[in-house]
């Protein structure tokens, strides 16, 4: 039977039903609904709106609803309409009259509202949580290797020297920043809608304020109709959820090309990888190809999001039934990727000498060399550019390094080069004397690892 059943002369069509329940993605928020009705039927009595037995009444047969379903002793019944329809319907199965009093002053487009910002709050900490323990870990390894030397890359061609350590922390700070974003949309997230009734609010005297208190809100929202038609929240978080994807995602991608041969930076755990089937050599980066492929569905749930909401007069529509499935799958996404990635970094091996070797390859010391020129030699930054330049050139002709390359053919190209020269480009040299704020010397990548580790706390 339908909450409806006064208006209507016959049963809903049984496809139809189907297609218009929700039940069977939002009855995940069953604590959130009867919580929040808790809360509801609490102020309802102290307002004097319903007498305060049968508000005690209520509470006591949602508590036990609410045990019922954790025990497994009630099923959540799939032909119900909605999450919010079940635990209403339930209630007044159980109490009779008391149980039809909840609704006052209550729309299922205010209790929508209401529950899917509950759950959401919750689900923000929880994935802050995990981010902050994979910050850790990052601090950890980047402590571990902060003078591990690799090349640094632009354009993926070798750049530059830096540390491992100081390549973590890169993802450390974008991860700091989604902790921050997941924060910030929690706090839109924490204003109270229950009040704003279908859309018009109500012409009982209801306390909101003490049903924000109730339930932990800071604030209550302003507008009846704002109340009941606002996603925001919803697509907040799932711009901040997308944001981590894409850091999740360049990270495996690099994850990726370092366990390929050609890199072989790191090797992952066998705990954390997969065999091919038909390949006895492999040993694939699946987890990592998988967290990069699934950031795709989460930028698809924003979209939908976004779309879904364009084009919606106020207040309510049935239309934003869909914001669950979307941000909901943004949710558990984020959260499965982050439960397998964090496990996955903390165990790979990092090989310090590849990366070293890989190092002292690239003529990634051809800027501190330049440099050296003007330092102790005093030429203009761009005289010492062009002599590198061509210490480059011959290098490649003759297949040696600048580490390499004696003396004497540095002094054809320019008779100011001395022995100090090798110990300019050394590749130690590079890094630590890299200690401008930021940047990647052993010293600073403490500082930072450190500093993170205690915003942590
Ligand atoms: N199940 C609906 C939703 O998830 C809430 C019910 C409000 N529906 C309505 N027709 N007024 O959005």
Not at 129 to 151: F, G, W, Y
Not at 242 to 255: D, G, K
Not at 310 to 324: F, R, S, W
């Given at each position: 039977?339908?909450?409806?059943?006064?208006?209507?002369?016959?049963?809903?069509?049984?496809?139809?039903?189907?297609?218009?329940?929700?039940?069977?993605?939002?009855?995940?928020?069953?604590?959130?609904?009867?919580?929040?009705?808790i809360?509801?039927a609490t102020?309802?009595g102290?307002?004097?709106?319903i007498a305060k037995e049968e508000s005690a009444r209520i509470c006591e047969g949602?508590?036990?609803?609410?045990?019922?379903?954790?025990?497994?002793?009630?099923?959540?019944?799939?032909?119900?309409?909605?999450?919010?329809?079940?635990?209403?319907?339930?209630?007044?199965?159980?109490?009779?009259?008391s149980?039809?009093?909840?609704?006052?002053?209550?729309?299922?487009?205010?209790?929508?509202?209401?529950?899917?910002?509950?759950?959401?709050?919750?689900?923000?900490?929880?994935?802050?949580?995990?981010?902050?323990?994979?910050?850790?870990?990052?601090?950890?390894?980047?402590?571990?290797?902060?003078?591990?030397?690799?090349?640094?890359?632009?354009?993926?061609?070798?750049?530059?020297?830096?540390?491992?350590?100081?390549?973590?922390?890169?993802?450390?700070?974008?991860?700091?920043?989604?902790?921050?974003?997941?924060?910030?949309?929690?706090?839109?997230?924490?204003?109270?809608?229950?009040?704003?009734?279908?859309?018009?609010?109500?012409?009982?005297?209801?306390?909101?304020?003490?049903?924000?208190?109730?339930?932990?809100?800071?604030?209550?929202?302003?507008?009846?109709?704002?109340?009941?038609?606002?996603?925001?929240?919803?697509?907040?978080?799932?711009?901040?959820?997308?944001?981590?994807?894409?850091?999740?995602?360049?990270?495996?991608?690099?994850?990726?090309?370092?366990?390929?041969?050609?890199?072989?930076?790191?090797?992952?755990?066998?705990?954390?990888?997969?065999?091919?089937?038909?390949?006895?050599?492999?040993?694939?980066?699946?987890?990592?190809?998988?967290?990069?492929?699934?950031?795709?569905?989460?930028?698809?749930?924003?979209?939908?999001?976004?779309?879904?909401?364009?084009?919606?007069?106020?207040?309510?529509?049935?239309?934003?039934?869909?914001?669950?499935?979307?941000?909901?799958?943004?949710?558990?996404?984020?959260?499965?990727?982050?439960?397998?990635?964090?496990?996955?970094?903390?165990?790979?091996?990092?090989?310090?000498?590849?990366?070293?070797?890989?190092?002292?390859?690239?003529?990634?010391?051809?800027?501190?060399?330049?440099?050296?020129?003007?330092?102790?030699?005093?030429?203009?930054?761009?005289?010492?550019?062009?002599?590198?330049?061509?210490?480059?050139?011959?290098?490649?002709?003759?297949?040696?390094?600048?580490?390499?390359?004696?003396?004497?053919?540095?002094?054809?190209?320019?008779?100011?080069?001395?022995?100090?020269?090798?110990?300019?480009?050394?590749?130690?040299?590079?890094?630590?004397?890299?200690?401008?704020?930021?940047?990647?010397?052993?010293?600073?990548?403490?500082?930072?690892?450190?500093?993170?580790?205690?915003?942590?706390?």
């Amino acid at each position: 039977m339908k909450l409806w059943a006064g208006r209507f002369q016959k049963e809903i069509d049984q496809k139809t039903n189907d297609f218009n329940s929700s039940i069977s993605f939002d009855s995940r928020m069953y604590r959130e609904d009867i919580e929040g009705s808790i809360a509801h039927a609490t102020m309802l009595g102290e307002c004097g709106i319903i007498a305060k037995e049968e508000s005690a009444r209520i509470c006591e047969g949602l508590r036990a609803i609410c045990q019922d379903i954790e025990s497994g002793k009630l099923a959540i019944d799939p032909q119900a309409e909605d999450i919010h329809t079940f635990i209403e319907g339930e209630l007044t199965a159980r109490l009779g009259d008391s149980g039809k009093r909840l609704h006052t002053a209550r729309s299922r487009n205010d209790q929508v509202a209401l529950d899917v910002r509950l759950y959401l709050r919750k689900e923000c900490t929880t994935l802050a949580n995990q981010l902050k323990e994979l910050i850790e870990v990052l601090c950890q390894k980047a402590l571990a290797h902060k003078s591990d030397v690799m090349p640094g890359y632009t354009h993926l061609q070798r750049a530059q020297p830096i540390t491992f350590g100081h390549h973590l922390l890169a993802y450390a700070e974008m991860f700091l920043r989604d902790v921050g974003r997941l924060q910030d949309a929690a706090k839109r997230m924490d204003s109270m809608p229950l009040g704003s009734c279908a859309l018009a609010g109500t012409t009982y005297p209801l306390n909101r304020e003490r049903t924000a208190q109730l339930l932990g809100f800071s604030s209550v929202t302003q507008n009846s109709l704002d109340g009941v038609a606002d996603r925001d929240f919803c697509v907040e978080l799932a711009c901040a959820i997308s944001l981590s994807m894409v850091h999740l995602s360049r990270f495996s991608e690099e994850i990726i090309l370092w366990c390929s041969w050609e890199f072989k930076f790191v090797e992952l755990d066998d705990a954390f990888s997969t065999g091919s089937s038909i390949m006895p050599q492999k040993k694939n980066p699946d987890i990592a190809e998988l967290v990069r492929g699934k950031s795709g569905r989460v930028f698809g749930d924003l979209m939908t999001l976004l779309t879904m909401m364009k084009g919606l007069p106020l207040a309510y529509n049935k239309d934003m039934q869909e914001d669950k499935e979307a941000i909901f799958d943004a949710v558990d996404t984020l959260r499965m990727c982050l439960t397998a990635f964090i496990p996955m970094v903390d165990t790979m091996k990092v090989l310090p000498e590849n990366m070293r070797r890989a190092a002292a390859k690239g003529f990634i010391n051809a800027t501190d060399c330049a440099d050296y020129l003007v330092e102790a030699k005093g030429l203009p930054f761009r005289d010492a550019y062009k002599i590198t330049g061509t210490l480059v050139a011959r290098c490649i002709e003759e297949n040696q390094t600048l580490e390499t390359l004696p003396l004497s053919e540095y002094k054809e190209i320019c008779p100011a080069f001395d022995e100090g020269v090798y110990e300019a480009i050394s590749l130690d040299r590079c890094v630590n004397n890299r200690k401008v704020l930021g940047g990647p010397a052993p010293e600073n990548v403490q500082a930072q690892a450190n500093r993170l580790l205690s915003l942590l706390k």
